[in-house]
């Protein structure tokens, strides 16, 4: 299933971004060993996942989580540890 959503909800209220947050953890903390903040110690938050995130997540049919993306339009993002873009709108 495809989820689309808002920044609204938080980690602990909503199973669905709680286990793509904890995705994220065990990627870019556990395994690339990037300094990044972690919530709880389960879940990786940092400064773009604010009122203007807005993320695709696709989970199996019991809520596993599958993949997901995080888009922001027309703010700065992270490509990678130490590097910044800009994305324009369009």
């Keep these: 299933m495809l989820h689309v959503m808002r920044s609204g ?7 669905v971004l ?3 947050f904890a995705a994220r953890k065990s990627v870019f903390v556990d395994l690339l060993k ?7 110690g389960a879940y990786e938050v940092d400064q ?3 009122g203007h ?3 695709l997540i696709l989970t199996d049919a ?15 993002c992270v490509r990678r540890q130490g590097t910044t873009c800009q ?4």
Excluded: C
Aim: net charge positive; glycine share 8%.
């Design 9 to 15: 909800a938080r980690p602990a209220t909503d199973g």
């Design 18 to 20: 709680r286990a793509m």
């Design 34 to 40: 990037w300094d990044v903040p972690v919530l709880e």
């Design 48 to 50: 773009f996942d604010d």
């Design 53 to 55: 995130a807005t993320y």
């Design 62 to 76: 019991r809520g596993a989580h599958l993949g997901s993306r995080h888009r922001r339009r027309s703010r700065s």
């Design 87 to 90: 994305q324009t709108r369009r």
